[in-house]
Nanobody, 123 residues
Framework: QVQLVESGGGLVQAGGSLRLSCAAS????????TGWFRQAPGKEREFVAR??????YYANSVKGRFTIVRDNAKNTVYLQMSSLKSEDTAVYYC??????????????????WGQGTQVTVSS
């Protein structure tokens, strides 16, 4: 049974940092493409970052501030977020797929999802 569990969300002041974790069971992260998405109230879920092999790709809105990394030994993917802004406030979800149908930037590209973790940035 595949399970993705996010953690690390919380309340942080603008300009601060947080590290989100996504721990996987039932699948080997090093063989999967993993992604982070977020959904703010009243908005659609949007792409944040993806990691396939050693190649990372970021949304323009987070480029230079967020970093996606994987720890194969812990079977965990992290999203290191810095210089946080109020517009980063959202529920953050991790996702995984062995072979996304497209470019891994869309929600439909992923078969497995976590339950989400809330990130709130106060200004």
């Amino acid at each position: 049974q595949v399970q993705l569990v996010e953690s690390g969300g919380g309340l942080v002041q603008a300009g601060g940092s947080l590290r989100l974790s996504c721990a996987a069971s039932g699948l080997p992260f090093d063989s999967y493409v993993t992604g982070w998405f977020r959904q703010a109230p009243g908005k659609e879920r949007e792409f944040v970052a993806r990691l396939g092999g050693l190649i990372a790709y970021y949304a323009n809105s987070v480029k230079g501030r967020f970093t996606i990394v994987r720890d194969n030994a812990k079977n965990t993917v992290y999203l290191q977020m810095s210089s946080l802004k109020s517009e980063d406030t959202a529920v953050y979800y991790c996702a995984a797929d062995p072979s996304p149908r497209r470019d891994g930037l869309g929600t439909s590209d992923y078969s497995y999802w976590g339950q989400g973790t809330q990130v709130t940035v106060s200004s």
